[in-house]
Each structure stands twice: as C-alpha cells, then as structure tokens.
C-alpha cells in the first residue's frame, strides 16, 4: 500500500493550484483524474478585475491576482511553456452614457488602476464602435487547456497521476487514516467541478452549474491583438484565429455543444464584427457555479479528513489559486476559513 499525505481527485484549475501549495510544502499526493469534467478546458481563461457589465470591481480582485500571476509564471518557467498572454481587454460602448459611467466608474479607488481614462477610438473598419472602448488594465488570459495537459504530464513523470474514475464508495476510514484502493491517506481533497454532483459526500453542496459554450472562428480580415467585450467576448488566439464566447445555460448539464447557442453566438458576433469568419471549432462544458458568487471550500462535517475545493465559476483562472491557498493553511496550519467562501455557509 502506498502512502501519500493527499489524495486529489480532479485535474482542473483548482486541483493544480492546490497541487502547487503541496509541492511547494514537500507533501507527498496523488491525483485521480478521468477527464469526465471539461469546464476548466473550455475556459476562455481571460483573467480580468472588472465585472464589465456593470463596471464594478471582482471579488478581491488585488488579492486573487497577487497569488495567480506569480504561480503561473512559476508554473511556466519551470514546465517551459508559454500559457500566460498579457492582453488589453477593450470594452465596447454602445452609447456616450455607457462612456460617462466608465469614467465615473474609474474615480473609485477599488478600480482606478484597473480602468483607463483614456477614450480608445476605433480604427479597425471590420468592427463596428461609433463610440469607442474603454481599456481594462492589467488582465490577459491564460491559456488552460496547454496548462492542463502539461501540467499532467508533469504529474505522470513524477508518478503522482492516476487516470482513472474516483469510486467514492471505495473510501475505508481506519482510525485517523484513509484506504483507498492501494493507497493510505491522511486528507483527500475533492476538486472535482460540477462532477461533484455524483459524490455521496457533497453532492448536496449548493453548486448550481451553468453551462457555458465557446466557438473559435478563423477571421482572416479581423486582425486584432486584443480583447473585445461586446455582447459576447472575442479573444485573440494568434493565427487569425479567436475565441468567442461565451453562454449561460442553468438548465443543460451536458458537455455537449448545441446549434442554438453557436446561433446566439454567431448572431451576437454579427453586431459589431463586420468581416467574414468561418467557425472552426465548438466546444461546451459546465462551470461549477454558486448561487452567491462564491467559491465553496472546506471540511466535510462529519469525516473530517474530506475536503472540498469547488465553485470557482466563471473566474477560475483568478480564484483558484487564491483558494488554495486558504484550503491548505486551513488544513494544514489551522486558519480559519473566511465566512464567505466557507462550504458551511449554506447550512
């Protein structure tokens, strides 16, 4: 039987971030993946502080960026990769009042050094923006299937990756210590998205899911190198390729992607990029959503060497590691769990 300090079961934003603190603790792991949950693929992977819609701040934006942006560079130096894409977000108005209350929105202090005061005039002829774009600083997007697939790689060279189902009815509880199949554990975290729906042990956690779908068009005449958000998001991709997207769906749970929302996508698109696109690819996953915005993070109540770490949304790219990091003092140093992300909230 092989002894490990945890076991991980899930292979997205939220394991690797907390994958990350156990390496950088000398803790021995092992995760359990089977790639049956897509939303951390499916990302578009834009990291952005400003809620667009209504030009407010995210939640802890200054925090979560402070912990995201260094791991994922640490992340990339040591796997050699290129995941990481500083890129202007310009938000498009569609009216002079939408500009006033950009610049009345970039004189509170919680947003001034993520919003631009200067007005960007468009000059692309393919887009249509008679009234131009404010610019969001300090965002990029993160590109999360490459970090997905190498850091899996790095996970079986160093022997810690088991591709296989989590059956969580071959859990044995023995003394302070956990048996699983051929492994011995003290913790088992489970980060296993909107797949937490099929644990016994928390799937009655108030996670809602929203299924999110993207398409990736070639446009050719386009030629933009940053983002547009719009009625839907485009991201650049290099290659004359970009990412639009993306969808909310709370009533379809499957990861499979549906004609009406590459229509509603497409249609979208149409109102305000004028040149021809083709689309060449479609994909669809279902993000672990809460009703409160909130991650959901914490112990189970009655075994409590069970752990969840879930319920990062739309904005993985930027929580993951920030609850992570909370998880693991938690566990491992006994800090208390802020009220707000704390799974028990609901009870």
Not at 49 to 71: D, H, T, Y
Not at 74 to 100: A, C, G, M, V
Not at 297 to 307: D, S
Request: aromatic share 10%; glycine share 4%; proline share 4%.
């Amino acid at each position: 039987m092989k002894d490990v300090d945890y076991i991980i079961v899930g292979c997205g934003l939220a394991s690797i971030a907390f994958c990350e603190q156990l390496r950088a603790h000398n803790k021995t792991f092992v995760v359990f993946n089977d790639d049956s949950q897509k939303s951390s693929i499916v990302a578009a992977g834009l990291y952005n502080p400003v809620i667009l819609k209504r030009f407010s701040e995210v939640w802890n934006a200054k925090e979560q960026l402070a912990l995201a942006l260094p791991l994922y560079s640490k992340i990339e130096t040591e796997l050699d990769i290129k995941i990481d894409y500083k890129l202007p977000i310009l938000r498009r108005f569609t009216s002079i009042e939408e500009q006033n209350k950009w610049f009345t929105a970039s004189d509170k202090p919680s947003l001034e050094s993520y919003l631009s005061l200067q007005l960007i005039k468009n000059d692309n002829p393919e887009i249509d923006a008679p009234y131009g774009f404010g610019e969001v600083l300090h965002a990029g997007r993160l590109d999360t299937e490459k970090l997905i697939t190498n850091y899996k790689n790095l996970l079986k060279k160093d022997d810690c990756l088991e591709e296989l189902s989590f059956i969580h009815n071959n859990i044995q509880f023995k003394d302070d210590a956990i048996h699983y199949e051929n492994f011995k554990t003290k913790q088992i975290v489970f980060a296993e998205g909107f797949g937490v729906k099929h644990n016994p042990y928390f799937n009655t956690i108030p996670l809602t899911g929203s299924k999110g779908e993207i398409l990736t068009i070639k446009a050719p005449k386009l030629k933009i190198k940053y983002a547009i958000k719009s009625s839907v998001f485009v991201i650049p991709l290099g290659d004359d390729l970009y990412n639009v997207g993306s969808t909310y769906n709370n009533d379809d749970k499957s990861n499979i992607p549906t004609e009406s929302a590459k229509e509603e996508l497409i249609s979208k698109l149409k109102t305000f990029i004028t040149c021809d696109f083709q689309v060449v690819n479609h994909i669809a996953g279902v993000r672990p959503t809460v009703k409160d915005r909130r991650p959901l993070v914490g112990r189970h109540p009655k075994h409590h060497n069970l752990y969840v770490l879930n319920g990062l949304g739309t904005r993985g790219v930027m929580i993951a590691p920030y609850v992570a990091d909370k998880l693991f003092k938690f566990i491992e140093h006994n800090e208390s769990l802020d009220a707000e992300i704390d799974v028990n909230r609901f009870e």
